[in-house]
């Protein structure tokens, strides 16, 4: 508690000694800028979408050091990304909605994009983020307006576009554990009626932890990427977009440590860990005995996206092709014993092809309608090495296909210059097929009844109205259904009931909320929400009469989120501006009868298995219930020079675990800070950055494999170093 008053006023000392020198400075130049985003797919102010949203620029995302999408989390309200014991297949949880599985098969509760491509398999979103003009964060169902429907809400990225003349600029950064980044980008005319923009980056070392045993060191990153755009514009009418990328991973994993719990010997310090793969496991995951953490990923592909002005209204068609090859080696026992090993070998192929018509009219009548076709392919191997802890090693294999087709509008009146009623509607079928799963031991398999089946035909939709209450104040409320696909548990089993399909979940979203510039230099956004959650996924317990208790995916019938958040921005005198997001939400089962596997009993005479049923009504929901962030950045001028100070921070409440307290994240603070000079309007820069700079020692998740092995995997330390760029 005393650290974090010590951040807190800190952090409060600065913004007060920005505030002190920007007094003296002050102008009447603080005007916000109206920033333009796409959430609707027609560009508008974010002041003017009636939905909830946060917009982060690419700048920003450079300056704070957030290079792939989970980090999001510390830069937006109500939105938590955990990497599945620390590896390769992040949890997206948005306003408390999330799904909890570590297997790479079932569909997020929130939508991932890259200049409108969905990233439909979570583990595809891991790639380093490069060259981004912003991302925006819309919370809440996004169904009725996007390619593939979500419950949580929907991540947007947006790439730079190719430049009407030649630019190309380079950024390079060199910090604390050896880490480097060199980032840069070429753009410009082609010909005529083509232009073209190639960006590259790549990331290397950065080691922070070590084997508690050996020494040797781990987390070091090595990954690059690279895109190249071509925009061609034959007529002035007709816009083509061809893009294409190539990423290439073959950092170190994430290293857990052992937690310091009863019964078992804890790490005394966060960055300490364990390794120690088998030769016989080794020889199956095609990697060398003893071999660290790590991963040899590869992902690829394209897309073309092309824009028709008909006059009366506009063409878009995007077909795209995604591609993950995912190899990736974990040690999820922290241990140098073969206790619970794991290795994914995951290929993933992914078409999408939407067509839509969008509205061009200023009259009072603005309508989307389209229609969206996805085919996915996985193929996917897990192994787990339990040779020292149950006796043996499992491979569980299967092939997964899913096709979705689906059509969707939405439409927008304006009834009165100031009120406004807005109607959208989605149906998507989809088949999902799981075939020749198996779980292996020594090669046999336990059982071949591995085929399974399971369809989604849903309606999901919204309604709502806007009103402007001044030329500065919008005023909204939305209802609308989201849903989410069905799927099948594939983890390590020999039980044929555990991959049954679980049914899908569907939330009714409640929303009211503003968005207000109070003034020239201030602006307020808030808004509170209601979900009404239906057959929510949960992971949980069946009881198969013949073999006993089986983990797998559940729905729960009801269940209740509420929350709401507010953000602000304020730029009191010219240079100073500060930003401050906050967010609260609380959840609970309403109805939801558990089973209680630890009362699983088999009848000595039948051999039948039965057990007892909890009844959760009224049990918390397991997320953190608030979110606290914002930045603070000055800009003064030093003789022919300007001169930036800028910090940002975020708190994360606790988060509980329906495993127990002792796998309960605690609440955490975490700050950084930037200062960069670079001459008034000049080609370069040169600046400092800070990372978790008070060196807060935190957990971004706790858990286990088995229960040999409680483990947590801890959070970076404090990192600190140099950037420089140049850009014409």
């Avoid at 201030?522 to 929510?536: A, I, P, T």
Wanted: aromatic share 10%.
């Amino acid at each position: 508690m005393i650290k974090r008053l010590l951040i807190g006023a800190a952090t409060g000392a600065i913004a007060t000694a920005f505030a002190a020198g920007a007094y003296a400075q002050a102008t009447n130049n603080t005007e916000l800028e109206q920033v333009v985003v796409t959430a609707q797919r027609r560009e508008q102010s974010a002041q003017d979408v009636g939905i909830a949203l946060s917009v982060i620029s690419g700048e920003q995302l450079a300056a704070r050091g957030v290079t792939n999408v989970n980090q999001l989390q510390y830069q937006t309200p109500s939105l938590e990304v955990t990497p599945a014991f620390g590896g390769g297949q992040p949890q997206f949880r948005l306003r408390g909605v999330g799904f909890d599985d570590y297997a790479t098969n079932n569909t997020p509760t929130v939508g991932v994009y890259v200049d409108e491509v969905a990233y439909p398999v979570p583990a595809a979103t891991q790639g380093v983020l490069y060259d981004i003009d912003r991302v925006e964060v819309l919370r809440g169902p996004q169904g009725t307006l996007y390619g593939r429907n979500t419950t949580g809400g929907a991540i947007n990225f947006i790439t730079n576009r190719p430049t009407d003349h030649l630019s190309a600029g380079v950024t390079a950064e060199y910090g604390r554990f050896d880490s480097a980044k060199v980032e840069g980008f070429v753009s410009g005319p082609i010909s005529d009626t083509l232009k073209g923009r190639l960006s590259a980056v790549t990331e290397q070392g950065g080691a922070w932890q070590k084997n508690r045993v050996t020494g040797e060191k781990l987390g070091d990153a090595d990954r690059s990427a690279v895109r190249g755009q071509l925009d061609w514009t034959p007529t002035d009418k007709v816009d083509v977009l061809a893009s294409a990328h190539y990423g290439r991973d073959k950092s170190d994993g994430q290293g857990l440590y052992l937690l310091n719990v009863p019964g078992q010997v804890g790490d005394t310090k966060y960055n300490a860990t364990g390794w120690g793969p088998s030769a016989t496991f080794a020889a199956l995951a095609g990697v060398s005995p003893g071999e660290k953490p790590s991963r040899d990923n590869e992902s690829g592909g394209g897309s073309i996206t092309a824009n028709v002005d008909l006059g009366f209204a506009k063409l878009t068609s995007i077909s795209s092709y995604e591609k993950l090859k995912r190899r990736e080696l974990n040690d999820w026992d922290a241990k140098s014993t073969s206790e619970s090993d794991t290795f994914w070998g995951s290929d993933v192929d992914v078409y999408s092809q939407e067509v839509r018509l969008a509205s061009k009219d200023a009259g009072p009548l603005n309508w989307v309608a389209g229609a969206y076709y996805s085919h996915q392919k996985l193929d996917e191997t897990f192994l787990t090495d339990f040779t020292q802890s149950l006796g043996f090693i499992t491979n569980t294999s299967y092939s997964q296909k899913v096709e979705s087709i689906s059509g969707f509008g939405q439409g927008e009146y304006a009834i009165t210059p100031r009120f406004k009623a807005i109607l959208g509607l989605r149906y998507e079928h989809e088949e999902r097929d799981l075939e020749n799963f198996a779980t292996k031991i020594g090669g046999a398999p336990l059982f071949t009844n591995g085929d399974r089946h399971t369809s989604l035909n849903e309606l999901s939709g919204k309604a709502g109205v806007e009103f402007q209450a001044d030329d500065n104040v919008l005023l909204y409320a939305n209802v609308s259904r989201g849903v989410k696909s069905g799927g099948f548990t594939v983890y390590n089993s020999p039980q044929a009931d555990q991959i049954n399909a679980f049914k899908p979940e569907v939330l009714w979203a409640y929303e009211t909320g503003f968005k207000g510039d109070l003034a020239r230099n201030l602006r307020l956004n808030g808004s509170v929400f209601y979900y009404d959650y239906r057959d929510q996924q949960v992971l949980g317990v069946v009881i198969n009469p013949a073999n006993g208790a089986i983990g797998r995916i559940t729905n729960a019938p009801k269940s209740e989120i509420y929350g709401g958040e507010l953000e602000l921005q304020w730029t009191p005198f010219h240079g100073l501006q500060i930003t401050q997001t906050a967010s609260y939400k609380k959840g609970s089962y309403k109805t939801f009868d558990d089973v209680d596997a630890s009362s699983a009993v088999q009848d000595p005479v039948t051999h039948l298995w039965s057990a007892k049923t909890i009844d959760k009504s009224g049990v918390a929901l397991d997320f953190p219930r608030i979110s606290y962030g914002g930045t603070v950045s000055y800009t003064w001028a030093v003789g022919d020079f300007d001169v930036q100070a800028a910090t940002d921070y975020a708190y994360r409440d606790k988060s509980p675990s329906f495993l127990g307290t002792e796998y309960t994240v605690a609440s955490y603070w975490l700050a950084n800070a930037n200062l960069t000079i670079q001459p008034k309007d000049g080609p370069w820069s040169l600046g400092l950055w800070g990372r978790n700079i008070f060196n807060e020692k935190y957990d971004v998740t706790r858990n286990y494999f088995l229960t040999s092995a409680k483990v947590g995997a801890a959070g970076r330390p404090a990192t600190y170093g140099v950037r420089a760029s140049y850009a014409f």
